[in-house]
């Protein structure tokens, strides 16, 4: 079944600048699909608008059932569901990693410090930065951020993650790690979107490759028929 159905989606920043054209992408439940194409192109505004960081002015977007109206009214239950991970991991600076961790789980979901704290503790082993819980995001090589930064989305137990090109601010040694947890994410069946220009992680991991060029996507396949140009 379907976990994002976005159709025929168009936006304006201000009244000129029409940066998505009409956009429609359905993605299944389990599904990876990876969004390519040149900077500027609209990747990141498109997938900003499957949680509503993005108002949209026509088309219908509908997240695991839920339709995000273009009022914006269904923000909390779409924010539940939708995990995000930036570019700029947006970590807080003066909280330490678990309290980075826990903080929506204890004040969205309501959870208990002790079951957050429980919870916050497996993610940090999961993304392999369980000995700097106590530390602050400052103390964190870029790469330990983002997967704190994942952490932390997972925290909320969405059913759907987006990664809007979570690899572009890292030095190159420190991609691999966090590609690796994306990649064992979408192995235990996580839906994902992720934007980015990781053509490894592209060809290994998505099930569907889409380019978007100027507000429109243009094409689309399997990483094997995307990738193998003639
Ligand atoms: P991409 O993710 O493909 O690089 P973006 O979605 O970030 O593209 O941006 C698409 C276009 O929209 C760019 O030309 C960018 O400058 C413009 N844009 C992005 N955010 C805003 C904004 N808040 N106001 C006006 N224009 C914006
Ligand atoms: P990215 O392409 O990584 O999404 P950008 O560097 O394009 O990010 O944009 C960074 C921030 O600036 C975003 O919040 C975006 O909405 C905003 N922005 C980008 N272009 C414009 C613009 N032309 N006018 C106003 N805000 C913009």
């Given at each position: 079944?379907?976990?994002?159905?976005?159709?025929?989606?168009?936006?304006?920043?201000?009244?000129?600048?029409?940066?998505?054209?009409?956009?429609?992408?359905?993605?299944?439940?389990?599904?990876?699909?990876?969004?390519?194409?040149?900077s500027?192109?609209?990747k990141s505004?498109?997938?900003?608008?499957?949680?509503?960081?993005?108002?949209?002015?026509?088309?219908?977007?509908?997240?695991?059932?839920?339709?995000?109206?273009?009022?914006?009214?269904?923000?909390?239950?779409?924010?539940?569901?939708?995990?995000?991970v930036f570019q700029q991991?947006?970590?807080?600076?003066?909280?330490?990693?678990?309290?980075?961790?826990?903080?929506?789980?204890?004040?969205?979901?309501?959870?208990?410090?002790?079951?957050?704290?429980?919870?916050?503790?497996?993610?940090?082993?999961?993304?392999?930065?369980?000995?700097?819980?106590?530390?602050?995001?400052?103390?964190?090589?870029?790469?330990?951020?983002?997967?704190?930064?994942?952490?932390?989305?997972?925290?909320?137990?969405?059913?759907?993650?987006?990664f809007d090109e979570p690899t572009s601010a890292?030095?190159?040694?420190?991609?691999?790690?966090?590609?690796?947890?994306?990649?064992?994410?979408?192995?235990?069946?996580?839906?994902?979107?992720c934007v980015t220009h990781e053509?490894?992680?592209?060809?290994?991991?998505?099930?569907?490759?889409?380019?978007?060029?100027?507000?429109?996507?243009?094409?689309?396949?399997?990483?094997?028929?995307?990738?193998?140009?003639?």
């Amino acid at each position: 079944s379907a976990a994002i159905i976005a159709t025929d989606v168009h936006k304006w920043y201000g009244n000129h600048f029409h940066v998505l054209r009409g956009v429609s992408l359905s993605v299944k439940q389990g599904e990876v699909v990876v969004i390519m194409g040149p900077s500027g192109s609209g990747k990141s505004t498109f997938i900003r608008t499957f949680n509503a960081l993005e108002e949209f002015q026509q088309g219908s977007i509908i997240i695991d059932g839920i339709n995000l109206s273009h009022d914006l009214k269904n923000i909390e239950e779409i924010r539940r569901e939708v995990g995000m991970v930036f570019q700029q991991f947006n970590l807080f600076p003066h909280l330490t990693i678990l309290q980075n961790v826990t903080l929506a789980p204890i004040w969205v979901r309501r959870w208990p410090k002790a079951k957050a704290e429980e919870v916050a503790l497996q993610l940090l082993e999961r993304v392999g930065i369980l000995e700097q819980a106590k530390k602050f995001p400052g103390q964190l090589s870029g790469g330990q951020q983002q997967r704190v930064a994942i952490a932390r989305a997972l925290a909320m137990q969405p059913k759907i993650m987006l990664f809007d090109e979570p690899t572009s601010a890292l030095d190159p040694e420190m991609v691999r790690e966090v590609l690796d947890v994306m990649r064992t994410l979408a192995s235990e069946g996580m839906t994902m979107v992720c934007v980015t220009h990781e053509v490894g992680f592209a060809r290994e991991v998505a099930d569907r490759v889409v380019l978007m060029s100027d507000g429109v996507l243009v094409e689309e396949g399997t990483p094997e028929v995307f990738f193998s140009n003639p």
